[in-house]
C-alpha cells in the first residue's frame, strides 16, 4: 500500500513545485525589458524580432503590386529595384538604382520562354500611369487611385509590424495625399509614425509639405521644417559621415518658402546651407548670386 501511494505523492509534490516555479518565473518575467506582454500588438508578440523581416516583405510586395507584378525574382538582376519605384518616386528617399529597369528578365532564351513571357505581366508599368492595363488617368485627376489604393493595406500592415520603420510612413502619407486625395488620412498617419519615432526629422519633413502643399499654412509648414532641421543637426549632423539627402530637402524647401515670404535675409541663410548640403552646388551658387543682383536697395535683405 505504502509502495503504491509513493509515486502518486511524488507527483503532486512534482506538481506543486512547476506550479510555484511557473509563477516566481511569470512575476520575473513580467517586470523584464524585453517582456512583450504589455504590447497590444497581437503580430509583434506572437513574432517578435521577426516581424521586422515581414515588414519588410509586405513593404516591397506593395512596390510589387505597384509595377501590376512585374517585378524580378531572386533569380533575377535586381540592380533596378535597389530602392522601391514606389518611394524613390515620392522624393522621400534617395535612390541607389541603376541599369535597365525593363531588362531584369534579359533576352529570351528561346522562343518557348518568349511565348511564356505573354502569360504573366512582362512589360514595366507604374499603378499611378495607367498599370497594366495602360489607361492613364485624365488631366486634373489625381491618379488612378482605384489602383494605388491596393497597395496601402501591405503598406499598413508594415507599419503595424514594424512601427520603427520610417519609410513606411513617408511613403504611405504621399500616396495618400498626392494621388488619393486623402489629406486628413495621410497627415493622422504621419503622426502615428511621429507618436512611435518621436523626433523624427523625416516624418516632420513629410508632414511639413502636408501644411504648405495642402493646407496652405506656410508658419506652421515653417516651424515643421524647422524643427526638422534641428532634429537632423543633433542626430545625423553629429555623425563622421551624414547623410545629407533629407538635409538638403529641409533647407531647400525653407529657402524658397522665405524667398516667397520675402524674408531675404533668411532666405540666403537657407541658401547658403542648400549649397553645402546640395550633391551640385554650383547650381546653388548661382541662385544666390542671383538673389543678391535682384535684392530691392534698401532692404538689407530683410523682409521689405
Known amino acids: 500500500m505504502r ?7 511524488m507527483l503532486v509534490a512534482l506538481f506543486v513545485f512547476c506550479f510555484g516555479a511557473a509563477a516566481k518565473l511569470d512575476l520575473w518575467f513580467q517586470g523584464w525589458q524585453g517582456s512583450r506582454t ?3 500588438n497581437l503580430l509583434s508578440v506572437t513574432l517578435g524580432d521577426a516581424r521586422r523581416l515581414f515588414a519588410n516583405h509586405f513593404f516591397v510586395k506593395a512596390d510589387a503590386y505597384f509595377h501590376s507584378g512585374y517585378y524580378p525574382s531572386v533569380f533575377d538582376s535586381r540592380q533596378a529595384f535597389q530602392t522601391p519605384h514606389m518611394a524613390e518616386d515620392t522624393g522621400a528617399v534617395r535612390g541607389s538604382n541603376s541599369g535597365d529597369e525593363n531588362g531584369f528578365l534579359g533576352r529570351p532564351r528561346d522562343w518557348i520562354d518568349a511565348f511564356s513571357r505573354q502569360f ?7 499603378l499611378d500611369e495607367g498599370g497594366a492595363e495602360g489607361h492613364p488617368a485624365s488631366a486634373g485627376d489625381l491618379g488612378d487611385s482605384s489602383g494605388v489604393r491596393e497597395i ?11 512601427p520603427n520603420r520610417i519609410e513606411t510612413y513617408t511613403v504611405t502619407a504621399y500616396w495618400l495625399r498626392q494621388r488619393m486625395g486623402k489629406v486628413a488620412e495621410a497627415e493622422q498617419f504621419l503622426r502615428e509614425g511621429l507618436r512611435e519615432n518621436p523626433g523624427s526629422f523625416e516624418i516632420l519633413f513629410e508632414l511639413g509639405r502636408v501644411f504648405a502643399e495642402n ?26 559621415k551624414p547623410d545629407p539627402f533629407i538635409a538638403e530637402k529641409i533647407v531647400s524647401h525653407l529657402a524658397l518658402l522665405e524667398l516667397n515670404q520675402g524674408d ?9 546651407m ?21 535684392l530691392p536697395r534698401g532692404t538689407g535683405q530683410s523682409r521689405p
Do not use: C, F
Open 3 to 9: 509502495s503504491s501511494r509513493l509515486p502518486w505523492l
Open 38 to 40: 504589455q504590447s497590444a
Open 120 to 126: 504573366y505581366p512582362s512589360v514595366h508599368t507604374h
Open 152 to 162: 496601402l493595406p501591405w503598406l499598413r500592415l508594415s507599419a503595424e509590424l514594424d
Open 215 to 240: 493646407h496652405h499654412d506656410l508658419a506652421r509648414a515653417r516651424n515643421l521644417w524647422e524643427a526638422a532641421l534641428r532634429n537632423w543637426q543633433r542626430s545625423e549632423g553629429l555623425k563622421e
Open 264 to 272: 531675404y535675409r533668411q532666405a540666403m541663410t537657407h541658401l547658403e
Open 274 to 294: 542648400w549649397k553645402q548640403y546640395s550633391p551640385i552646388p554650383e547650381a546653388v551658387q548661382k541662385r544666390v548670386e542671383e538673389l543678391r543682383q535682384n
